[in-house]
């Protein structure tokens, strides 16, 4: 399948990182606010899950939530997961199904690390499901402009360069 069939067969809209998805999983169990921790503001469902889908000329740009998000690998291209931690620690992972090359087929970003991935083929795509628990809010949800991330990670700037919009 194209990256255009992936999209039409799921219903997939613009995320505001980047890419495509649809919200697949939301979980009716709700966890009330004052059982969360103080970055958290009203309540969330247990889980969520979305598929996601970039391609070779959209990536997600950096971007934080208040949860851990567990990435699972479908379907085309490895992807490149770049973070960088609270402390501006910076590390990458290749999400992906060549296990031979030590690509991880699921893997989990920790809460409150800033985080954007890329696909590693030209004129391709990479078909992933992300879940997040406690479930995701887009009050959650950071979009750093580039300066903004620049200013509290200068020493990444060319990473924040290429993986932000603006």
């Given at each position: ?44 469902n ?26 699972h ?85 060319k ?8």
């Amino acid at each position: 399948m194209t990256a255009k069939q992936i999209i039409a067969k799921f219903n997939l809209t613009e995320h505001p990182e980047g890419g495509y998805y649809k919200e697949t999983y939301r979980s009716n169990g709700i966890i009330q606010n004052e059982h969360l921790s103080p970055e958290f503001v009203g309540d969330r469902n247990y889980a969520t899950c979305i598929y996601f889908l970039l391609t070779s000329n959209k990536f997600s740009a950096f971007h934080k939530i208040n949860q851990d998000e567990i990435w699972h690998f479908y379907k085309g291209s490895s992807l490149k997961l770049h973070m960088i931690s609270p402390e501006g620690d910076y590390s990458l992972v290749i999400i992906g199904n060549n296990l031979e090359q030590d690509e991880q087929p699921q893997f989990v970003v920790p809460a409150g690390f800033w985080f954007a991935a890329e696909i590693l083929k030209e004129n391709s795509y990479t078909f992933t499901g992300c879940t997040v628990a406690p479930g995701f809010d887009f009050k959650d949800f950071v979009l750093p402009k580039r300066k903004e991330l620049i200013q509290l990670f200068p020493q990444h700037s060319k990473i924040i360069t290429k993986l932000t919009h603006h």
